[in-house]
């Protein structure tokens, strides 16, 4: 218990990280002559069916954009995304339902998968999977790559894993 515990904390600890200040875009927004923005580069990722960048026009809401990722079944629209798209929305992570039960999607090149730790949410052949394939290739940059290291459990937990906004690259 006191090892799941603090596997968690560890979890959202680097998540806070991760999240906090990640304003970096890598793709300039195009700017009014009073400006402001005109459009903004926004990183989609989680339980989504497309990770990646989406260009959404100043003012478009969150949910639109998320939208534009594709949303599985699974997906979860937080309350949060009812707000609209400016300068200060880099990262939009989508989390999902098992069952009934809220649940965070997990960094797939989080410490914790690359140390073979419990993770909440994924079963230990998965989390080995995951590790073998960061031994063997570096991070994942992408959700094909995540794809590719589950095989079989791709289907039941690719939606439970996102690869973040440093490591992303779409090829």
């Given at each position: 218990m006191k090892r799941r515990l603090a596997a968690t904390v560890i979890f959202l600890f680097l998540l806070c990280v991760?999240?906090?200040?990640?304003?970096d875009i890598p793709y300039a927004p195009q700017k009014l002559p009073n400006g402001k923005a005109e459009s903004y580069s926004v990183y989609v990722c989680g339980a989504v069916a497309r990770e990646g960048y989406y260009t959404a026009a100043a003012g478009t809401s969150c949910v639109s954009v998320i939208e534009?990722?594709?949303?599985?079944?699974?997906?979860?629209?937080p309350s949060l995304y009812t707000d609209a798209v400016d300068g200060s929305v880099a990262v939009l992570v989508v989390n999902y339902f098992d069952g009934q039960k809220q649940c965070y999607c997990v960094n797939a090149n989080s410490p914790l998968i690359a140390l073979r730790m419990s993770v909440d949410g994924l079963p230990d052949e998965v989390v080995s999977l995951l590790a073998d394939w960061?031994?063997?290739?570096g991070v994942f940059r992408n959700k094909d790559q995540v794809f590719s290291a589950l095989g079989e459990y791709a289907s039941d937990y690719h939606y439970r894993l996102f690869v973040a906004k440093e490591d992303y690259a779409p090829f």
């Open positions: 991760a999240l906090a200040g990640c304003t534009q990722a594709g949303l599985l079944p699974q997906s979860i629209l960061i031994e063997a290739n």
